[in-house]
């Protein structure tokens, strides 16, 4: 008679079966790799690991680690920047790891957040004076009289097209220091 095997034998008997292509064998290690990067990742933007931190933590991979680990904490670091946000962390973990001359690509997205925080500034001052003059007209005036300008819509309306415009401007960049 023939013998009996569980369902773990027979499972164990077609595993040995399968063959992991080359290529699922790199997308695994790109994986794994990117998970490390991930990791690195949320410990310098939770401030557990400086910039030396950053260096350090690279140094201990080698090789296609190294680079593919750097290359998806790259990817990681220039995908959250964001010209309504303070970059400055990730800009600067950014000119840490890339080990070519970044820096003038770097002042150009500073440049480009700088731009956008004074003309939300001017716009918030503009839709503050519009807000004062209407109030004026209905005869509302005093000291004591405020407009609330963050929540007014001419205000957000006019900054989501602000975003838009300098959004445009920072893709562009982004894609420049991702080619880099």
Aim: with cysteine; hydrophobic share 30%; aromatic share 4%.
């Amino acid at each position: 008679m023939g013998e009996i095997k569980s369902t773990l034998e027979l499972a164990m008997e077609k595993a040995g079966k399968i063959e992991v292509s080359p290529e699922e064998k790199e997308r695994f290690k790109r994986e794994k790799y990117v998970s490390k990067a991930g990791g690195i990742y949320n410990r310098y933007l939770n401030g557990k690991l400086n910039t030396s931190g950053l260096k350090r933590e690279l140094k201990g991979c080698e090789g296609d680690q190294r680079t593919m680990t750097t290359e998806a904490l790259v990817t990681k670091l220039v995908d959250a920047i964001d010209v309504s946000s303070d970059n400055k962390r990730l800009l600067d973990g950014i000119e840490v790891i890339k080990e070519t001359n970044v820096k003038p690509l770097l002042d150009k997205i500073r440049i480009v957040c700088n731009d956008f925080s004074e003309e939300k500034e001017k716009q918030y001052e503009k839709v503050k004076e519009e807000l004062q003059e209407r109030l004026q007209d209905m005869k509302i005036s005093g000291t004591a009289v405020e407009p609330k300008v963050g929540s007014d819509e001419i205000l957000q309306s006019r900054l989501q097209g602000l975003a838009s415009q300098f959004e445009d401007r920072m893709t562009k960049l982004k894609k420049e220091l991702k080619a880099v």
